[in-house]
T-cell receptor, first 112, second 116 residues
Framework: QKEVEQDPGPLSVPEGAIVSLNCTYS??????FMWYRQYSRKGPELLMY????GNKEDGRFTAQVDKSSKYISLFIRDSQPSDSATYLC????????????FGAGTRLFVKA | NAGVMQNPRHLVRRRGQEARLRCSPV?????VYWYRQLPEEGLKFMVY????????ESGMPKERFSAEFPKEGPSILRIQQVVRGDSAAYFC??????????????FGEGSWLTVV
């Protein structure tokens, strides 16, 4: 079993739609949860991070963590064509000294 | 832009040659990570280094791969006697010593290795 599972998609939505991206993880020791966005032939760019369970909002993006079910979500409101990219969820056990584990990434296409 | 700098961005090597990939972390960052991304696959952790120390190399293949982060200069990922299966994007990332934002890491633009 992979430590972080993520549906690779692709996911295609019309402009303006609400997008829901999800991951599950297996290790209850993970405490930090991140979402990265990666455009084609570019490096991953940190979008959001959360610690433990709960929600975090930043503009059109909301990250949600449910540690009881080991479920991570990213919601994108009012999606734009510029949101078309691969979204990677990631998790880590603790700050400093521990490697970050990534999901395989979900490819998102937002059609104008 | 004082982000993570990687070079070369693109590298072509023949089978059996050596590949050297360089990474300069964000200024002030003392932790460096190398990841490999194969086509249609996620980022796979390879190695985590601090200055002059390898902290975790559990993702590094046992043979032909090595990494260093010297006291002065960039981190180097070295692949000896490359094979076609080494063709991938290699990403370097860095994080500060005392991150207040969890173990968030910041990536470079990657080095694309093609073995012919």
């Amino acid at each position: 079993q992979k430590e972080v599972e993520q549906d690779p998609g692709p996911l295609s939505v019309p402009e303006g739609a609400i997008v829901s991206l999800n991951c599950t993880y297996s290790n209850s020791a993970f405490q930090y949860f991140m979402w990265y966005r990666q455009y084609s032939r570019k490096g991953p760019e940190l979008l959001m991070y959360t610690y433990s369970s709960g929600n975090k909002e930043d503009g059109r993006f909301t990250a949600q963590v449910d540690k009881s079910s080991k479920y991570i979500s990213l919601f994108i409101r009012d999606s734009q064509p510029s949101d078309s990219a691969t979204y990677l969820c990631a998790t880590s056990r603790n700050t400093g000294g521990f490697k970050t584990i990534f999901g395989a990434g979900t490819r998102l296409f937002v059609k104008a | 832009n004082a982000g993570v700098m990687q070079n070369p961005r693109h590298l072509v090597r023949r089978r059996g040659q050596e590949a050297r990939l360089r990474c300069s972390p964000v200024k002030g960052h003392s932790h460096v990570y190398w990841y490999r991304q194969l086509p249609e696959e996620g980022l796979k952790f390879m190695v985590y280094l601090q200055k002059e120390n390898i902290i975790d190399e559990s993702g590094m293949p046992k043979e032909r791969f090595s990494a260093e982060f010297p006291k002065e200069g960039p981190s180097i990922l070295r692949i000896q006697q490359v094979v076609r299966g080494d063709s991938a994007a290699y990403f370097c990332a860095s994080s500060p010593r005392d991150s207040i934002s969890g173990n968030t890491i910041y990536f470079g633009e990657g080095s694309w290795l093609t073995v012919v």
